[in-house]
């Protein structure tokens, strides 16, 4: 009964989820533009200021999910020097002249449930499977495992992932598990195609590891969209030092679009 309740509400809140969520709960950009880096280095945790859903008003639990992706205190240096770069170049509404410029470049959030992307999803993560967590936001020491912030550019249908892979994910001694590398592939690839098609599953990933990865190294993920066939999102992938100067991996990936009904078993 819950569970069918759960599967309407689903399908009625994702038709109206769609890239306008992704794209517009950041206002925690701007406001992370006010901090200084120092300040970024000092901030525990932050949590983002989407407004909050005004047909849910009467919801008894919180509407702010928190963003996993902005900065705190184990992110290297390096780590908000490449934050900050991409961060500058985000959309900041900034005048000109009469007319609002908006810039390319947008901070997706990061929540540690991907329904949550959904519009309304953060209540819904409360019923279905509520101990549920992404894979990747589901260490609560920061710095431990993945920390990692993904800009998207609309205009180039590409993004870029800063990412700083911690001491648990260690795989050859003192160097980052393929699966670790893997995973952060599919995150990010995922989240473009997701962002540029709705509600996508992983079909294909290949990848090919071209030089091993320090542990605690900060990397920049760089992904494409290749093309769009009906259902099919192709995106391309390479993972560099943030100097662009040494390729560690290569990937591509192939996402097909999915109904809501598919999560549950449906086929339809
Ligand atoms: C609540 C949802 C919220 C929405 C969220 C949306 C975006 C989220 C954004 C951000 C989220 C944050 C982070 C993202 C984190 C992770 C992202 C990674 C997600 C995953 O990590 S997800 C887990 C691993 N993933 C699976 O667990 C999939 C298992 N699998 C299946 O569920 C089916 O297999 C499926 C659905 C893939 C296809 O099934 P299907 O029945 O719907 O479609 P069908 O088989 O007909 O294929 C249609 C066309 O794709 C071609 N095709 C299919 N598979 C292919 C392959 N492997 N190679 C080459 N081509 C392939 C066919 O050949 C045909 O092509 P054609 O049309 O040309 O004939």
New binding site residues.
């Given amino acids: 009964m819950l569970g069918q309740i759960a599967r309407r509400r689903?399908g009625l809140l994702?038709l109206l989820?769609g890239q306008q969520r992704?794209s517009n709960g950041l206002n925690g950009v701007s406001f992370n533009q006010l901090l200084s880096k120092e300040t970024h280095r000092h901030t525990q945790s932050s949590f983002n200021t989407s407004s909050p859903i005004s047909t849910m008003s009467l919801w008894p639990f919180s509407f702010q999910p928190r963003d996993f992706s902005l900065p705190n205190s184990s992110w290297s240096p390096e780590m908000c020097k490449a934050y900050d770069h991409y961060n500058a170049l985000c959309d900041t509404d900034t005048e000109n002249g009469e007319e609002k410029k908006r810039a390319p470049w947008k901070k997706?959030p990061?929540?540690n449930r991907?329904?949550k992307?959904?519009t309304g999803?953060i209540h819904?993560s409360k019923l279905i499977q509520a101990k549920a967590r992404?894979?990747?936001r589901n260490v609560k020491e920061q710095g431990a495992t993945f920390e990692y912030v993904v800009f998207v550019n609309k205009e180039e249908k590409s993004c870029v992932c800063v990412f700083q892979a911690g001491r648990l994910l260690e795989g050859a001694p003192g160097h980052v598990h393929g699966g670790a590398i893997a995973t952060m592939i599919?995150?990010?690839?995922?989240?473009l195609?997701?962002?540029l098609?709705?509600?996508?599953?992983?079909?294909?990933?290949n990848l090919d590891y071209r030089n091993p990865m320090p542990l605690g190294s900060v990397v920049l993920i760089h992904s494409a969209l290749d093309r769009i066939?009906?259902?099919?999102t192709f995106i391309t992938c390479k993972v560099t030092s943030t100097d662009e100067s040494k390729l560690y991996t290569e990937a591509t990936a192939?996402?097909?679009?999915?109904?809501?009904g598919?999560?549950f078993g449906s086929?339809n």
Wanted: proline letters at 2%; hydrophobic letters at 45%; aromatic letters at 10%.
């Fill in positions: 689903l994702l989820h992704l997706l990061s929540y991907s329904i992307y959904a999803g819904l992404l894979f990747t599919d995150t990010v690839t995922g989240s195609a997701g962002y098609s709705g509600p996508i599953m992983t079909a294909n990933l066939e009906g259902r099919k192939l996402f097909v679009s999915i109904s809501v598919h999560l086929r």
